[in-house]
Structure formats: structure tokens, C-alpha cells
């Protein structure tokens, strides 16, 4: 078995072997993928929301191809901090989207409750309106967080995935050491964020629907 040298990165070893001409192929290759994924992005249509998307989304796969290319050539201190930072906006990446995925469907659930429970109640008497709407704004704020703690979604939306980036950026269970293995992760980090900017484009815009019909 191939020992693993915990300081490099992971396409650092195929990226030493190429020529400048070569890195700079690529490089005009990576920047013309990333504009043309770029084009099929989703927006929302609300400005601030776009640029914290588009921030986000771009900044975190360059920090992660960048770094991976050259890692020990940087301090102990200094790898630590890219090596954990690469961990943190991965799974801070998922846990925003399961954050978004599980406010709608608790706005689902209270919205129902409401109009099947509470509504009706209301064209009671007074007491019995107050009742409901007392024991109503309770569930609303404690049912969402028993749920969560109920189904584990920390441990699906956060700490599973931290788990993961943890053993690729910083155990390094991955290594490119050929073209095939180098380009796929490059290609794979750029991708993957443009979906994901899509994907949060999408929930946003549902929020923005359902606030606009409230």
C-alpha cells in the first residue's frame, strides 16, 4: 500500500509534474469550464442574495483547487488553517441546504396546523382562541427543534459530512497521481459548485414565492 504524505495535497503530486506551458492549458481550460457553469446558474433575482450565493460558491472550490495543488509548500500553521477551512465551508455547504430543505418543510407543517387547527378555533370565544394560539406559538418553536434532535438531521446535514471532508482534505484517502484522477477532482470541486449554487438558488426562490404570497 502507497503511503499517504499528510503535508502535500491532494493533485499536488501530478501538478509538480507539469510543464508551465501545460499549467497554463489547463488553467485557461478551468477558467472556461467555470464561465460556461456559470451561465446555467440559477439567480434569484434579489441582488444581496445572489452575491452571498455567488461569493460563496466561487470562493470555496478556488480555495480548494489552489490549496490542493500546493499545500506543503506553505507553514504547518498555515496548512492547518486551509485544511480545516476546506472542512468547515464543505460541511457548513450542507448544512445551509439541509437548514433550507428543513425550514420549508417545517413552514409546510405549521402553515397546515394552522389552518386545520387554529383557524377554526379562532371563531370560537375568546379563551378557547387564546388557548389554541398559545399552544400553537409553543409547538411552532419547539416541535421544529424536537424533530431535528428526533431524526439526527445534525449528524445526515453536518457532522456526517464533515466526517468525509475530513478523511479527503485532510487524511487524504484521495490522491491524484494521474491526469485522469487530477482533472476529475479539479473538474469535479468546480462543478460541484455551481450545482450547489443552483441548488440554494432554487430553495431561496421558493422562500421568496412563499413570502411574497404571505
Not at 501538478?15 to 501545460?22: G, K, P, Q, V, Y
Not at 478556488?62 to 495543488?69: D, E, H, Y
Not at 438531521?153 to 453536518?158: K, N, V
Not at 487524504?172 to 497521481?177: E, I, K, P, Q, Y
Amino acid at each position: 500500500m502507497t503511503s499517504v504524505d499528510e503535508t502535500r495535497g491532494i493533485t499536488e503530486e501530478y501538478w509538480a509534474t507539469l510543464h508551465e506551458d501545460r499549467k497554463l492549458c489547463w488553467d485557461l481550460f478551468s477558467q472556461a469550464t467555470a464561465f460556461v457553469a456559470a451561465l446555467f446558474v440559477l439567480k434569484t433575482g434579489v441582488l444581496f442574495v445572489d452575491i452571498v450565493i455567488g461569493i460563496f460558491t466561487a470562493f470555496t472550490p478556488r480555495l480548494i483547487v489552489r490549496s490542493q495543488r500546493a499545500l506543503s509548500k506553505h507553514s504547518k500553521g498555515v496548512r492547518t488553517r486551509l485544511s480545516d477551512a476546506m472542512v468547515v465551508l464543505s460541511a457548513g455547504g450542507t448544512l445551509a441546504i439541509g437548514l433550507l430543505y428543513y425550514g420549508l418543510a417545517v413552514i409546510q407543517a405549521t402553515a397546515s396546523t394552522y389552518a386545520s387547527e387554529v383557524k377554526p378555533a379562532q371563531q370560537h370565544d375568546a379563551v378557547v382562541a387564546l388557548m389554541y394560539t398559545v399552544i400553537f406559538l409553543f409547538a411552532c418553536i419547539s416541535a421544529p427543534v424536537i424533530a431535528w434532535r428526533r431524526m439526527m438531521l445534525g449528524d445526515l446535514f453536518f457532522r456526517t459530512p464533515k466526517r468525509a471532508f475530513t478523511r479527503l482534505f485532510i487524511d487524504r484517502a484521495f490522491v491524484a497521481r494521474q491526469f485522469e484522477t487530477f482533472a476529475m477532482f479539479e473538474i469535479t470541486i468546480q462543478l460541484a459548485g455551481y450545482a450547489y449554487a443552483t441548488v440554494c438558488a432554487n430553495l431561496m426562490n421558493l422562500y421568496l414565492h412563499l413570502f411574497r404570497i404571505a
